[in-house]
């Protein structure tokens, strides 16, 4: 039986992300799978070429009206939609379809955190969408709704789980990150536009008001024994895809770097996503665009006693589309790795 998979937000980044990466992907190459419906919201109607010229094989098609009827008869429906749109949309599914949802409505356990951060009504906690967390294949394994993470969550977890779950560091946590603009998608805001963020560099959601803050205190909350604090700051820096984080925090008494390292060669082992670089080389945007690799780096800043750890993301790879794919690939039981890869568009 063919897979059928739809895509609704087909004229978003994060959706035209997954749609590249399908299009690659070995089953639907050979036929196992296909691409169905491809839907939109007030571009419904129009040609995706016409938004996605990259997708060259899928030119010709027409985006449908995002809803159950254009939905129905799918066995994988991929939400790329804005926040708070998926809630009513997955009602709308079957409880045998599988939903990868890009958007944050089903990502929060708390709805005090929901409610205080998105300020409307929660919609619900599906399984978490990072393989790489202990225990997380378990659950997206089978798994009928997957809630992929947000792309800061995706790199500050997977930069500072390790130390926390060692007892290596102490859980207050500070992430600077940058980040290019794709990852506020294509609806046009002020501080967007183009003279905005050429040749400039602008903080914004600081002090802790940042909505993927209690995303990530939620992901480190499970590493650490005690109450986790996160102070992070995005800041949006001219490049078009591409998160570099810096994150650190108080080393415990004792610590040395090479412990430090082996926690993290130990957790990362076997993770095929997960890169800890070579002592002295440092992580870059560049070296992960378009792959599904997270590049990490650790120091041990004797001077302030802090670990100190950069990562890079693709923000539209392994930080949405990439990381929606690894998820239906485990969901589906095909091979984890399957349409994804591990090489970066470099430079
Ligand atoms: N960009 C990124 O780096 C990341 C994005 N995400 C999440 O992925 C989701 C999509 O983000 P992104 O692709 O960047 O956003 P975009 O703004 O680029 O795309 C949004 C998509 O949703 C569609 N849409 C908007 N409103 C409606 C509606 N009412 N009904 C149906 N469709 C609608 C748009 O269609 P139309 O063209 O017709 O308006 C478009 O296809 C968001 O939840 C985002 O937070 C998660 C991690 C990273
Ligand atoms: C540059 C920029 O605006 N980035 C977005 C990142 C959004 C994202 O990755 O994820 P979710 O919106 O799905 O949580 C932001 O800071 O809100």
Redesign the pocket.
């Known amino acids: 039986m063919t897979i059928r998979i739809a895509v609704?937000?087909?004229?978003?980044?994060?959706?035209?992300?997954i749609l590249r990466l399908l299009l690659a992907h070995p089953a639907v190459q050979d036929g196992r799978a296909e691409l169905g419906t491809l839907?939109?919201?007030?571009?419904?109607g129009s040609l995706l070429v016409e938004?996605q010229p990259q997708l060259v094989p899928l030119h010709d098609r027409v985006?449908a009206?995002?809803d159950r009827e254009t939905l129905a008869g799918h066995d994988v429906v991929f939400?790329?939609?804005?926040?708070g749109?998926?809630g009513p949309?997955a009602e709308e599914l079957g409880p045998d379809v599988l939903v990868v949802?890009?958007?944050?409505?089903f990502r929060l356990e708390q709805a005090a955190d929901w409610k205080r951060f998105y300020g409307t009504e929660h919609a619900g906690t599906w399984p978490y969408g990072l393989p790489e967390l202990p225990g997380a294949r378990d659950l997206l394994r089978g798994a009928k709704r997957v809630a992929?993470?947000?792309?800061f969550p995706?790199v500050s977890t997977l930069a500072l789980y390790p130390a926390l779950a060692a007892g290596l560091a102490h859980p207050e946590v500070v992430i600077i990150a940058a980040t290019g603009t794709?990852?506020?998608?294509?609806?046009l805001k002020p501080n967007l536009l183009g003279s905005e963020v050429m040749g400039n560099a602008s903080a914004y959601g600081v002090g802790g008001t940042h909505r993927h803050t209690p995303e990530i205190a939620q992901n480190l909350g499970k590493a650490a024994s005690e109450q986790v604090k996160v102070s992070f700051t995005p800041i949006l820096v001219p490049m078009s895809?591409g998160i570099l984080a810096t994150c650190t925090a108080p080393a415990e008494p004792g610590v040395t770097l090479t412990e430090l390292r082996a926690a993290y060669e130990k957790a990362y082992a076997d993770e095929p996503f997960v890169t800890l670089l070579p002592e002295g080389r440092w992580p870059q945007t560049a070296a992960v665009l378009g792959s599904n690799s997270v590049h990490l780096q650790i120091a041990l800043d004797r001077e302030a006693d802090r670990i100190v750890v950069v990562g890079a993301v693709d923000?539209?790879a392994k930080?949405?589309g990439g990381g929606a794919v690894q998820c239906m690939n485990l969901a589906l039981g095909l091979p984890e790795t399957a349409g994804l890869s591990t090489v970066g568009v470099a430079p």
Do not use: I, M
């Open positions: 609704a937000g087909a004229t978003g980044y994060a959706g035209g992300e839907s939109a919201g007030r571009n419904a938004h985006l009206e995002t939400l790329a939609l804005p926040h749109q998926s949309v949802d890009c958007g944050a409505d992929v993470p947000g792309c995706t794709s990852g506020a998608g294509k609806s895809r923000n539209l930080g949405t």
